[in-house]
């Protein structure tokens, strides 16, 4: 019997303790074949410390690079986690210095066996070279797999240009708010398109990515489309168009002030927020021509007229960042 049906029968008979220990004998017997020095074995799940066998794979994959791809690609597919561990953290080692260690680590993550974070993260880190291998994996059946890719292309504009539009039409919420979060980091009018149709999808999580890419590609141009959204069902999402009018600063003025008068406490709480945050109440304490700080005061109540009292006393003025400078030289 050789040494890779052994390992197959063991695995099956024994189960994860003897499938380390297989796996560690392996690769010892092809070190022992280089005669070099003898593996340290972990012989019980117990005892996995994981680095004796990694650190044995990955010198393996620098010196007998087909036995440690073909060891490493079987050791992917494992049901025995140990095993798909101990692949994965000896692929993440061998990809800064071969192109097969790639193309395995983006087999885990489309085979969703490990971590997809983990995976994900050593995928990440080696931009830009896997990035053509992982658009196909925007039509993978696992909507988890999906997620991942789409924000893995935010590294590379071209192929997420061509690939992640379509994203935002997927089934799965995680892929279509992953979409707009890549779609966020180009920054071009389809962006923004799609960030402004997806305002109203049905999932909050979505409707509030939604918000930060519209506000991230054009504040001016999308601050109207967000005001509704002030007065959404989900405190999520109220928050994420708040923070996304704020950025947009005194230029969302014009749009939000209308809502003060609206007929819904929630929107007109929402719209004395931002006003307040931009620094339009502050700037017209002691100068309210037309009683407009008072209609703000009206709309967002005793708490916002008391903290636009505290800080006139103290001298401070919110807006670009006149509050923090203040706050930090008292």
Known sequence: MDGRTGLVVVCAVAGGAWALLVLALLVGRARHRRRTRPLAIVTEVGEWKQPPVVTELVDLGDTDERTAEELLNESLRSDIPELRTASVTALASLADRHDWAIDGLVEALAEASENPVRVAGELDRLAPRPGPRLAPLVAHPNPVVRAYAVRLLSRYPALAEQHVPACTLDPSPNVRGAALETLRAAGSPAALRH???????????????????????????????????????????????????????????????????????????????????????????????????????????RRLRGAAAERARRGLVLGDGGALEAEAAS
């Open 195 to 301: 960030a402004l149709r997806l305002l109203e999808d049905p999932h909050p999580q979505v409707r509030a990515q939604a918000c930060r890419t519209a506000a991230a590609v054009s504040g001016r141009a999308s601050a109207a489309y967000l005001v509704p959204l002030l007065a959404d069902t989900s405190w999520w999402v109220r928050e994420a168009a708040r923070e996304a009018l704020v950025t947009a600063g005194h230029h969302a003025t014009i749009v939000v002030e209308p809502a003060l008068e609206s007929h819904d406490p929630a929107l007109r709480s929402g719209a004395a927020l931002v006003l307040q945050d931009i620094g339009h109440v502050d700037a017209l304490v002691g100068d309210d021509e037309g009683g407009r700080l008072e209609r703000i005061y009206g709309a967002g109540g």
